[in-house]
Each structure stands twice: as structure tokens, then as C-alpha cells.
């Protein structure tokens, strides 16, 4: 059976590139590997020459002639795909940028950000427009016809553009990208010798998935020491496969817990690291609401990260364990809480905790939200009923 036809999925990321392009001499359009970056960039700028620079005869140009290399492209401009993989070309590009300042004369892509974000700093810092890009939003896909029936579906099949946009399972995916990003990327770093030590750390992140993370029981279960734990967590996270949600400052003279939250980037990757073998485990799987929560926070991140914004999400724990999931800062006014809950059918008991935070901050219900798993959204006496395909009532304060 012959595969179908790549299905082009708009993003939304596509209007500030567009922005930034008409003030910057260069874009860089940074991301998890395979989350869309190439097709995104080719499909807004038709008229540049593409350039991949894993091409082995390419890259040796680029590495033997970095000078030569460019001057094919001043006048032209380019795209640069893989950029990182020659960096000696960043000091060379500062010179062909500051000799002719025409906006959107390169577009860069790269897949380890932690290479990227150094070199660009190094010698691109000011010339250099910066989006970074995760995989699918719940709109983007619903925009192309692709809404998942149910949300499992989501958590298991992931947002990767690939399995909807091919015949590929969602199994086979993520065993390559799996594969590919530890024995591939991670191998250009020297802070990881131990390969496997490193997947089993990456299983156990998944296993934590919307948990306060553990240094010390993360270590130990890895069989690695506690600074190890904390290094391979921030790459990880410059790796932008998994998110650290930060504690909100506000304590209300209680103590609070002082440890990030952990979310994977796609609950997907997450479903896949734990073992869970298809959508109908998710259903009873003691990973669901962890991976729920991931997908809603992920949500909430990309909002932000298409419009060019970092993030402004948060959590509260206090050290009595009352918490709000997100907290969202909001220009300067109080901040919003927002629980997620995967249950489908509405229960009191959801606006528990956000009863508790309005009753310390003074916050009013009508800037409350609970995201659930179902579909109906209600205006509650405590506070808005939000089901997971309408996030549009939160989104507001996301601007």
C-alpha cells in the first residue's frame, strides 16, 4: 500500500516569522529535531535557496571554505538547515550580515539548541530574530482536520508533525526519534559518556511526568550522583523535550515547595519512554493525568512560544500540599490559577484548590479556571469549567 501524500499543516509560528523577517537580517527558527522547523521555513520563504548542512559533501564545503561557502549566498540569501553542525560559519555570517543589513537575508534552523543559542549569542547576538518551535498545537491540527477523538489519542500519537502527516505508526516514530536523539545528538556532547545511563535517566523523567521533581530519588533510581541528575535535566530542557515549571513566588506567609515541576514537551515522547504500548492504555494507565497535564501546559507554552514570548507559567505548593497546577503571570495584574484535571465528567471537588487560592489572594472566580477532560464549558459559582478543546477563556491571558 503506497503511503498518502504529505499533508502541509499550517502553524501558527508562521506569522511572527514573517514579522521578524521584515527586521532582521536573520531568523533562526530553533526546536525539538522533527518538530516541523524545515517544512515551516520552505513553505514561507519558496524563493530562498534551501541549504542542509547534515549533507556530508555540504558540510565539508562549509567547513574547508566557511568564506567561499557564504559569498554563493550574499546575494540571494539562504536557508541554513542544521546550522549548528558548522559553527564555524556563525563568525563568518556576522561579517556578510553587518556588510549588507537587507532583512531576512537567512533563515537558520537547528534541532540542538544548546549549540545554536551559544554560537548565536557568541557572534549573531542583535542580528538575529529568534522563534523556537514546538511540535503541534491541539489548533493546528484541528484547523487541518486532523482533531483527535478522543484526548488519549492525543497522549499516545503525540503532536510530532510526522505521524499525520505520513503513513508512519506513532510506535515506530518515536522508537527512531528515541534512537536518534541519544545516539545521534547527544553524542556531540561531552556531558554525557554514558548513553544508556541517559535513556534509562530520560524513562524515569517520563515516569515523573507533572511531578515536583526529586534531584535525589531521580539520582538514585538512575544509579547516577545528584549533580549528574540536575545536568542531564537541563539538557533535556535546552533540548526543549521536556519543560521546567518553575514555583510562583507568592506565599502567602505559608512555605512552599521550592522544586520545579517536570512536563515533557509532547505526551507523546512521555507515553512512549514509559512503556505505554497504545491508546486504549491510557484509559486506566496511572500516567494519564500526568501526561494530561502535560499536554494542557504544553498548550499554554506554544501559545507563548509562536508569538515570540517566553513563558509566563508557574505553579503553587505549599509545604500543607494545596497547589494550583499553572499560574499564569498576567501584565503586571494578579496572576490567573488554572487546575487541569483528566476527568471527563465535572465533579465539585475540582474547584477545590482554586476555593483555597482565592480565599488567600483575594482572587474573584471570573479569573478562576479548571481545564478538564471533557468537552462541555460551564460557568461555575467558583469559577470557569473549561473543556480541554476550548481553551480559548485562558488563552486571553496568555497574550
Same mark, same amino acid.
Given at each position: 500500500?503506497?503511503?498518502? /501524500?504529505?499533508?502541509?499543516?499550517?502553524?501558527?509560528?508562521?506569522?511572527?516569522?514573517?514579522?521578524?523577517?521584515?527586521?532582521?537580517?536573520?531568523?533562526?527558527?530553533?526546536?525539538?529535531?522533527?518538530?516541523?522547523?524545515?517544512?515551516?521555513?520552505?513553505?514561507?520563504?519558496?524563493?530562498? /535557496?534551501?541549504?542542509?548542512?547534515?549533507? /556530508?559533501?555540504?558540510?565539508?564545503?562549509?567547513?574547508?571554505?566557511?568564506?567561499?561557502?557564504?559569498?554563493?549566498?550574499?546575494?540571494?540569501?539562504?536557508?541554513?538547515?542544521?546550522?549548528? *553542525?558548522?559553527? %564555524?560559519?556563525?563568525?563568518?555570517?556576522?561579517?556578510?550580515?553587518?556588510?549588507?543589513?537587507?532583512?531576512?537575508?537567512?533563515?537558520?534552523?537547528? #534541532?540542538?539548541?544548546?549549540?545554536?543559542?551559544?554560537?548565536?549569542?557568541?557572534?549573531?547576538?542583535? *542580528?538575529?530574530?529568534?522563534?523556537?518551535?514546538?511540535?503541534?498545537?491541539?489548533?493546528?491540527?484541528?484547523?487541518?482536520?486532523?482533531?483527535?477523538?478522543?484526548? %488519549?489519542?492525543?497522549?499516545?500519537?503525540?503532536?510530532?508533525?510526522?505521524?499525520?502527516?505520513?503513513?508512519? @505508526?506513532?510506535?515506530?516514530?518515536?522508537?527512531?526519534?528515541?534512537?536518534?536523539?541519544?545516539?545521534?545528538?547527544?553524542?556531540?556532547?561531552?556531558?554525557?559518556?554514558?548513553?544508556?545511563?541517559?535513556?534509562?535517566?530520560?524513562?524515569?523523567?517520563?515516569?515523573?511526568?507533572?511531578?515536583?521533581? $526529586?534531584? #535525589?530519588?531521580?539520582? @538514585?533510581?538512575?544509579?547516577?550522583? @545528584?549533580?549528574?541528575?540536575?545536568?542531564?535535566?537541563?539538557?533535556?530542557?535546552?533540548?526543549?523535550?521536556?519543560?521546567?515549571?518553575?514555583?510562583?513566588?507568592? $506565599?502567602? $506567609?505559608? *512555605?512552599?515547595?521550592?522544586?520545579?515541576?517536570?512536563?515533557?514537551?509532547? /505526551?507523546?515522547?512521555?507515553?512512549?519512554?514509559?512503556?505505554?504500548?497504545?491508546?486504549?492504555?491510557?484509559?486506566?494507565?496511572?500516567? *494519564?493525568?500526568?501526561?494530561?497535564? #502535560?499536554?494542557?501546559?504544553?498548550?499554554?507554552?506554544?501559545?507563548?512560544?509562536?508569538?515570540?514570548?517566553?513563558?509566563?507559567?508557574?505553579?503553587?505548593?505549599?509545604?500543607?500540599?494545596?497547589?494550583?497546577?499553572?499560574?499564569?503571570?498576567?501584565?503586571?495584574?494578579?496572576?490567573?490559577?488554572?487546575?487541569?484535571?483528566?476527568?471527563?465528567?465535572?465533579?465539585?471537588?475540582?474547584? $477545590? %484548590?482554586?476555593?483555597?487560592?482565592?480565599?488567600? #489572594?483575594?482572587?474573584?472566580?471570573?479569573?478562576?479556571?479548571?481545564?478538564?477532560?471533557?468537552?462541555?464549558?460551564?460557568?461555575?459559582?467558583?469559577? @470557569?469549567?473549561?473543556?480541554?478543546?476550548?481553551?480559548?477563556?485562558?488563552?486571553?491571558?496568555?497574550?
Amino acid at each position: 500500500m503506497s503511503s498518502p /501524500p504529505q499533508r502541509m499543516i499550517r502553524r501558527d509560528a508562521e506569522a511572527q516569522i514573517r514579522s521578524l523577517a521584515l527586521g532582521f537580517p536573520a531568523v533562526a527558527v530553533i526546536g525539538p529535531r522533527q518538530s516541523g522547523k524545515t517544512t515551516l521555513v520552505r513553505s514561507v520563504f519558496p524563493h530562498l /535557496p534551501y541549504v542542509l548542512l547534515e549533507d /556530508p559533501d555540504t558540510r565539508a564545503f562549509a567547513e574547508e571554505d566557511p568564506r567561499s561557502f557564504l559569498i554563493h549566498y550574499e546575494k540571494t540569501g539562504a536557508i541554513l538547515d542544521e546550522v549548528q *553542525r558548522v559553527p %564555524e560559519l556563525f563568525s563568518y555570517l556576522q561579517g556578510v550580515l553587518d556588510a549588507n543589513q537587507r532583512p531576512g537575508q537567512f533563515i537558520l534552523t537547528g #534541532s540542538q539548541n544548546f549549540l545554536m543559542m551559544e554560537r548565536i549569542s557568541q557572534s549573531l547576538a542583535g *542580528r538575529v530574530g529568534i522563534v523556537k518551535l514546538l511540535p503541534l498545537s491541539m489548533g493546528e491540527l484541528a484547523r487541518a482536520g486532523l482533531e483527535a477523538e478522543r484526548y %488519549e489519542d492525543l497522549l499516545y500519537a503525540g503532536l510530532f508533525p510526522r505521524p499525520y502527516s505520513s503513513a508512519v @505508526h506513532p510506535r515506530d516514530f518515536y522508537s527512531s526519534y528515541i534512537q536518534t536523539y541519544i545516539e545521534r545528538d547527544l553524542r556531540l556532547l561531552k556531558q554525557v559518556q554514558n548513553l544508556s545511563a541517559f535513556q534509562t535517566f530520560m524513562k524515569m523523567c517520563a515516569y515523573r511526568s507533572g511531578q515536583v521533581v $526529586n534531584y #535525589s530519588s531521580l539520582a @538514585h533510581d538512575c544509579g547516577i550522583t @545528584h549533580n549528574t541528575a540536575k545536568e542531564w535535566l537541563s539538557l533535556l530542557e535546552t533540548s526543549m523535550l521536556i519543560v521546567l515549571v518553575r514555583p510562583h513566588h507568592k $506565599n502567602f $506567609n505559608k *512555605r512552599l515547595v521550592r522544586m520545579p515541576k517536570l512536563y515533557f514537551t509532547d /505526551p507523546g515522547l512521555a507515553a512512549h519512554l514509559a512503556g505505554v504500548q497504545g491508546t486504549d492504555d491510557l484509559i486506566y494507565h496511572p500516567l *494519564r493525568g500526568g501526561l494530561f497535564e #502535560s499536554l494542557i501546559i504544553a498548550e499554554f507554552l506554544k501559545f507563548r512560544l509562536n508569538r515570540g514570548k517566553e513563558s509566563n507559567l508557574y505553579f503553587w505548593r505549599d509545604k500543607l500540599g494545596h497547589e494550583i497546577d499553572c499560574i499564569i503571570e498576567y501584565m503586571g495584574w494578579d496572576p490567573i490559577p488554572v487546575e487541569i484535571k483528566s476527568g471527563r465528567t465535572p465533579s465539585p471537588d475540582f474547584f $477545590n %484548590e482554586i476555593a483555597y487560592w482565592n480565599e488567600l #489572594s483575594g482572587n474573584a472566580p471570573d479569573r478562576s479556571f479548571v481545564v478538564y477532560g471533557g468537552d462541555r464549558s460551564q460557568r461555575r459559582a467558583a469559577g @470557569h469549567l473549561v473543556g480541554y478543546r476550548d481553551l480559548e477563556p485562558i488563552i486571553r491571558y496568555l497574550e
